[in-house]
Each structure stands twice: as C-alpha cells, then as structure tokens.
C-alpha cells in the first residue's frame, strides 16, 4: 500500500483567481511565470505561524467580547 505525500485544499473560485492574479502580478515583475499554486506554499510555509496567531487572536478577542 502506498502513501500519498500530497492533498487537496477546496478554495472559493473568488479567492482563487485573487491569489492567480497576484502570481500573474509577481511573474510580470519578475519575468518569469509563477503558479498560483508556488504563491500558496509560500504563504503556507512562510506565513502560516502568522496566519495562526491572527486565528488565534480572533477567536480570544471574539470569546471575550461574548
């Protein structure tokens, strides 16, 4: 039996073409082609602690105001 080293995250076709036009925004200044998908992982990998601490903040700020 084999295991899969990779998944699938379901996103609104909105947020899609957001992030497809900033990878369109970044490739013309760089001058290369950059996948939406190479902007994903870098907002996964470089700035998901952030990402987390803003959920984190949310939720507390959100609990207290209740």
């Known amino acids: 039996m084999t295991t899969r080293s990779?998944?699938?995250y379901n996103i609104k076709i909105?947020?899609?073409m957001k992030i497809e036009r900033l990878a369109?925004?970044?490739s013309l200044k760089v001058?290369?082609?950059i996948k939406w998908t190479e902007l994903m992982d870098?907002?996964?990998?470089e700035f998901g602690k952030?990402?987390?601490q803003m959920l984190i903040h949310r939720e507390v700020s959100n609990a207290?105001?209740?």
Request: proline share 0%.
């Open 6 to 8: 990779t998944t699938s």
């Open 64 to 66: 207290s105001i209740k």
């Open 31 to 33: 001058g290369r082609t």
């Open 42 to 45: 870098i907002l996964v990998t």
């Open 50 to 52: 952030d990402a987390q």
């Open 24 to 26: 369109m925004e970044a």
């Open 14 to 16: 909105d947020k899609k």
